[in-house]
């Protein structure tokens, strides 16, 4: 009797040990600054999936670039060392080029517009990143990307005596903006502070929440008011990984993303106001635009798109764009107010 006991005491340790040694651990990169609100959101979505799996699934977080830069991350999902990361649109298009559509500078006219035509090819651009092997966990607008500049901007053409940082990876990208006629400086965010400490570059364009929090902004203090284009941001993991995880997890597990997503959006929001005011009793200046200004940055990016459409991204997803935002700019009208 007493081996019986001995022998199942045995299978319920062998049984325990298993359930342990399937516990899959995610490992995610992500540039977001460590503490910053998308680390912290990060770090929420792994303690609730870990909760939601009994343990079965965590997240391991390495923010703050230190698994490099967003195409290093890829590379790295590539090879397998790491399972996901925390990417922005730009860093998305070295997965799916046609998302770049979103990045084209002064294309959208308010946040209203561009959620509806985000809303009307969300699902295009989701099929397409899974084609490529990876699921969109999620993704929501990380805030609306403004340009910072050493001295006073109000024209398209005082921007052209600045040096802009742009991050490294989208070369046809960067040539676009050559072609606008503007000096840019391929660099990654991690070294933009020692950039404008060096005078390497004395311009870039950043969602001011990102400006604010890695002190970047005392260095290119002005602020202009115009706002140039929506930054996404998502999480990504590989087809394999997502494999890996027990069905009966995943639709509780996405419930939750998309709530912790919502609640991250309204959360940026919020610090955004404060950090601007914070970011202005410690020197930022805010430039506004003058009304005879505002068409001309508008206008700035045409030959940019030009080279883009083809190269970049296709003319097909380009002309969608398009055919949704003169739907939308039919009902709502052309809103100029941004």
């Given at each position: ?116 035509i ?38 398209p ?21 050559k072609?606008m ?8 965010l ?56 027990p ?30 005011e ?12 003058p ?48």
């Open positions: 009797m007493k081996s019986f006991k001995w022998v199942v005491l045995v299978i319920i340790m062998i049984l325990i040990l298993c359930h342990g040694l399937q516990a899959l651990t995610i490992k995610i990169g992500s540039i977001a600054p460590d503490r910053s609100p998308w680390d912290r959101g990060l770090e929420e979505l792994s303690r609730e999936w870990e909760r939601i799996t009994n343990g079965q699934v965590r997240l391991k977080i390495y923010p703050g670039g230190i698994a490099g830069s967003e195409s290093d991350m890829i590379r790295k999902m590539r090879v397998g060392i790491l399972g996901g990361a925390g990417l922005t649109n730009m860093g998305m298009t070295h997965i799916y080029p046609d998302i770049s559509v979103l990045n084209i500078p002064f294309q959208f006219h308010s946040d209203e517009e561009f959620k509806y985000l809303g009307k090819m969300r699902s295009r651009f989701e099929k397409g990143i899974e084609e490529k092997g990876y699921k969109l966990i999620f993704w929501t607008v990380a805030g609306w990307v403004n340009l910072f500049t050493k001295d006073p901007v109000f024209f053409n005082e921007l052209k005596k600045h040096k802009i940082s742009f991050s490294t990876g989208s070369p046809k990208t960067e040539q676009a903006w072609k006629g503007y000096q840019i400086i391929p660099n990654d991690k070294d933009l502070l020692m950039a404008l400490q060096s005078g390497m570059v004395n311009a870039f364009y950043l969602p001011p929440l990102i400006a604010g929090s890695g002190q970047y902004f005392p260095l290119a203090p002005n602020m202009c008011s115009l706002k140039i284009a929506p930054l996404i941001g998502g999480i990504m993991i590989t087809n394999r990984i997502w494999k890996r995880i069905e009966q997890y995943k639709k509780p597990m996405l419930a939750v993303t998309h709530s912790l997503s919502e609640k991250l959006l309204s959360r940026i929001e919020d610090l955004e106001r404060e950090t601007l914070t970011m202005k009793e410690h020197g930022l200046i805010i430039n506004q635009v009304p005879d200004a505002v068409q001309k940055w508008r206008e700035a990016p045409a030959k940019g798109v030009e080279y883009l459409v083809g190269k970049a991204f296709s003319k097909g997803i380009y002309e969608e764009l398009l055919k949704h935002q003169g739907k939308y700019r039919k009902i709502h009208g052309d809103q100029k107010n941004r």
